[in-house]
């Protein structure tokens, strides 16, 4: 249940982003970003969010939106790239087990919509 | 009105994280972060490698991690090294152990006075993985009796960790655990991980293990 401590830690950066860009009307969404490797169940953090958002005036009528992204992967032998469905790091083309990860990590807000 | 964000959720914990890695290098303390799911063996190995750590004159620190009881830190005390004991249930019960509760045990332990603080994280192999604890290596235990393929379960535990440990090889006889299958699904997860093979119970393969973490002893 990481989903309550990654709920508390999105409303922390939202109140932040408040403080710093002066908005004073209500914000309607959310846009979430999560990578697959992250193991984030996207019902469940919505519905953490739905509790604790009810405390805060301007998040209260906010909906959370979760972007899922996938896994991308680059051989650092051969510099094939591919996208993958399941979480094996060895490249298919040339076997080799220096494998970076380009995406499907990453974990962030990338943007809020506020009431006009 | 749209409003570029660009925040990493987990940034706070990611920088206490990293301060906490520049504290403890300056003491030259090594920091280990034990992961697994509960009943995995992490305690019991504890018990088997902090006597022999100690006889070689490493001092070692100890920080449990559960949501509640301190019947780790119990099993632990004998063994006489500093322990804290965090509960995580006055966070919430969280199933992890976040940077902000590291820091301020690792104060308490007064590392300067410390070779190696090992971390034993709440019993767990989803959440731990995702937050960084400040360690200087993440390790997961994964036991016989939990079967041979949960690294693909739970890829990102096996991805975080620069140390596996297979535990309980003692009970392999009596399991339907494939151990090469096992093996092959971590190094397909995390090809570089650095593999142990343990029994707690009758000690094989704890010199070895012990070995390697002296080897990374920052003095």
């Known amino acids: ?116 | 009105m749209k409003i570029q964000i660009l925040r990493n959720i987990l940034e706070e914990n990611d920088k206490l994280a990293e301060e906490i890695r520049n504290f403890t290098n300056s003491s030259k303390t090594l920091v280990l972060n034990i992961m697994s799911s509960p009943g995995s063996g992490k305690t019991r190995l504890l018990e088997n490698i902090i006597p022999i750590l100690k006889k070689q004159d490493i001092r070692v620190g100890v920080i449990e991690g559960d949501i509640t009881t301190t019947n780790d830190a119990d099993r632990i005390s004998p063994l006489e090294v500093p322990i804290v004991q965090i509960n995580t249930d006055n966070f919430g019960g969280d199933c992890h152990l976040g940077s902000e509760v590291i820091k301020p045990a690792l104060d308490k332990l007064n590392i300067e006075k410390l070779d190696l603080v090992i971390i034993e994280n709440v019993g767990n192999l989803v959440c731990p993985a995702e937050f960084d604890t400040g360690a200087d290596i993440n390790i997961v235990v994964i036991s016989t009796t939990e079967g041979d393929d949960k690294p693909v379960k739970y890829p990102l535990m096996f991805r975080q960790c620069q140390m596996a440990i297979i535990n309980k090889i003692d009970l392999l006889e009596y399991l339907d655990c494939d151990i090469n299958l096992l093996k092959t699904n971590i190094k397909k997860i995390n090809p570089t991980i650095d593999l142990s093979i343990t029994s707690a119970k009758n000690g094989d393969g704890i010199q070895e293990l012990v070995g390697k973490i002296i080897k990374k002893i920052k003095r």
Not at chain 1, 7 to 12: E, F, S, V
Not at chain 1, 24 to 39: C, D, E, H, Q, W
């Open chain 1, 1 to 116: 249940m990481h989903e309550m401590s990654i709920a508390q830690n999105i409303i922390t950066i939202l109140k932040d982003e408040k403080s710093k860009n002066e908005f004073k009307k209500p914000v309607k969404s959310i846009t979430l970003i999560t990578g697959r490797m992250n193991a984030v169940i996207p019902d469940s953090l919505k519905f953490c969010f739905d509790i604790i958002k009810k405390d805060i005036d301007f998040l209260q009528n906010s909906i959370l939106e979760i972007k899922e992204e996938v896994i991308k992967i680059r051989c650092n032998s051969c510099n094939s790239e591919k996208e993958i469905e399941e979480p094996i790091f060895l490249c298919d083309n040339c076997n080799s087990s220096d494998i970076e990860i380009l995406s499907g990590t990453d974990m962030y807000i990338e943007s809020i919509d506020i009431e006009d």
